[in-house]
């Protein structure tokens, strides 16, 4: 632990790198602290030596490590008041009962996502207010294709499909045309049972290759069922962070938002909020990842915001908290 005065500077100098993004020097912190330029300098080191605080290669000023913003978060931090203006848009979601659920998730993490300039991640099962609309195809050659399935809500999953044995491309059509006229309309979660007990008899009298068929597209809706849905919101703000401005690294993390099974891995630990600075993240060493569980109608679900380490924790953790007591 460190002593109240290199707490207070902590502090200090954490809050205004999160402000400004420039290296804090000395001498700017003299008249807050009611102290030398010396005495400040002095207590700067010791911090840098502790490895709470570290220094720039362009400037003489001090800003603070991943162990700094994680004790900055864990000891000193205190979750910021929403503003007036910030509750009121939340609010206006929450309060319009025509809203879906999964709108007003959508909506909601929009929002935080354009107030702190970071992006946001929804994660939760395949809706159960997405209904089948559309199933397509696409044959790669007579063993391997690709189904698609697009549901009422927008919302498109594709499965690549390995068959044991050649299929002919008739029977696939035959097929396909049979699931779409029998589940369409049908709830993402309800399609194994339609199939099985209303496609499966039909199937069996009309297409030759009827078990191989079957069975291929009975796993795949079964894994759409399943399977997580996936949502990022505003990647691009990463661009708008000024310790972002290298290309190759832009490049670098835009492609992991892109990359669904690594974030599907943005899951929470723990109840409550989780922080996750920099290596801890296990997602990019240069940000922090805050993130929760939300429960609607018996179904769980995770919202995250991905920003750089020099975020506005107190502010982000209230946002989060009051979606997620509203959804709940």
Do not use: W
């Not at 109240?4 to 001498?27: F, G, M, N």
């Not at 990359?259 to 922080?275: L, P, Q």
Request: with cysteine; aromatic share 6%; hydrophobic share 35%.
């Amino acid at each position: 632990m460190i002593n109240e005065r290199q707490t207070h500077l902590l502090k200090l100098i954490v809050e205004d790198y999160i402000k400004t993004a420039k290296p804090v020097s000395s001498k700017s912190l003299c008249e807050l602290m009611n102290c030398s330029s010396a005495t400040i300098r002095n207590e700067m080191s010791n911090l840098e030596e502790l490895g709470l605080l570290e220094k720039t290669h362009t400037s003489s000023g001090r800003v603070p490590s991943e162990k700094g913003y994680r004790y900055y978060v864990d000891y000193i931090m205190k979750p910021s008041e929403l503003t007036g203006e910030d509750m009121l848009k939340l609010q206006t979601i929450f309060h319009n009962n025509s809203l879906a659920i999964s709108d007003t998730i959508k909506l909601s993490m929009q929002l935080v996502a354009d107030i702190t300039n970071c992006t946001t991640i929804t994660l939760g099962a395949a809706s159960r207010e997405n209904r089948v609309n559309r199933v397509m195809v696409e044959q790669l050659d007579d063993q391997n294709m690709i189904a698609i399935v697009i549901t009422d809500k927008g919302h498109v999953e594709h499965k690549n499909i390995h068959f044991a044995e050649q299929v002919d491309q008739t029977e696939i059509k035959k097929t396909v045309d049979l699931i779409n006229k029998l589940i369409v309309g049908t709830p993402i979660d309800q399609v194994s049972e339609r199939l099985e007990y209303e496609v499966k008899p039909v199937i069996t009298k009309v297409v030759r290759q009827h078990e191989v068929l079957y069975n291929a597209f009975y796993n795949a809706f079964h894994d759409f069922a399943k399977g997580e849905e996936v949502r990022v919101t505003s990647a691009s703000n990463m661009l708008k962070q000024p310790e972002f401005n290298d290309a190759d690294k832009i490049r670098e993390i835009i492609s992991k938002f892109d990359d669904k099974n690594m974030v599907s891995n943005i899951k929470e630990d723990e109840n409550g909020i989780n922080i996750y600075i920099g290596s801890e993240t296990e997602f990019d060493n240069d940000v922090s990842i805050i993130k929760t569980r939300y429960t609607v109608s018996g179904e769980e679900g995770t919202i995250a915001l991905v920003g750089p380490k020099r975020m506005e924790y107190g502010r982000v953790i209230s946002l989060l908290e009051y979606i997620k007591d509203n959804l709940g």
